[in-house]
Structures are given as structure tokens and as C-alpha cells.
């Protein structure tokens, strides 16, 4: 079992930058692909971006790269979603997620631990 609380969200302007945070207890944390999805109101959960278990690698939506950044701290169980140049589209509640296989999951049904979610607003 893995349990995720994520920290962070909040109100920001449009051009403005928010880390969230995510913090995981339970086991083999480090052994995990770890994702970022958000989900606005109306819409579908979608994938933001993922970080291998060493965080070696990452992979991102189109909507976001060069926008976003994760990375994680194994030794803290904590991955981070670094969020610049934020624009009122990313307002959503975001969700950290961890898969048990390596590769680049990027659908919800590949991710098995989800965290409660956190509400980010981007005002314009």
C-alpha cells in the first residue's frame, strides 16, 4: 500500500509560478514510476507528466513541456511538480499518481496509488 497527500495548490496569476508536492508513505516509494494528471471541471483526468523511479527520466503532455518540470526525492519519498508560465487552461485539481511498472504509463487505468488531489486556480 501507498498512500499520497499532495500540497501546494493554490490561487496564482497567469504568468506565475506554483510547485505542488507530494508526499508518499508505505512502501518501495523509490521503486515507483511516479505521474502528475489534473482534472478541470467538465473534463476528463488527464496526464500531466511522469518521472521514472531514479528520475533519470521524464515525460510530459504537449500542453505543458517546457512549462513543467518533475522531479523527485527518493531519500524524502516527495515528488514535485514545478509549474511556470501558468495560464488560466491549467486550472484543475492536480493529482499525484504512482505506477508499479517502469516504461511511460500515461493512462489512468496504469497508475494503482492516487493521492486526494489538490486545487490550483490561475487567474487571468
Known amino acids: 500500500q501507498v498512500q499520497l497527500v499532495e500540497s501546494g495548490g493554490g490561487l496564482v496569476q497567469a504568468g506565475g509560478p506554483l510547485r505542488l508536492s507530494c508526499a508518499a508513505s508505505?512502501?518501495?516509494?523509490?521503486?515507483?514510476?511516479m505521474g502528475w494528471f489534473r482534472q478541470a471541471p467538465g473534463k476528463e483526468r488527464e496526464f500531466v507528466g511522469g518521472i521514472s523511479w531514479s528520475g533519470g527520466s521524464t515525460y510530459y503532455a504537449d500542453s505543458v513541456k517546457g512549462r513543467f518540470t518533475i522531479s523527485r526525492e527518493n531519500a524524502k519519498n516527495t515528488v514535485y511538480l514545478q509549474m511556470n508560465s501558468l495560464k488560466p487552461e491549467d486550472t484543475a485539481v492536480y493529482y499525484c499518481?504512482?505506477?508499479?511498472?517502469?516504461?511511460?504509463?500515461?493512462?489512468?487505468?496504469?497508475?494503482?496509488?492516487w493521492g486526494q488531489g489538490t486545487q490550483v486556480t490561475v487567474s487571468s
Open positions: 499518481a504512482c505506477a508499479p511498472r517502469g516504461g511511460r504509463p500515461v493512462l489512468r487505468y496504469q497508475y494503482n496509488y
Open positions: 508505505g512502501r518501495s516509494f523509490n521503486t515507483y514510476t
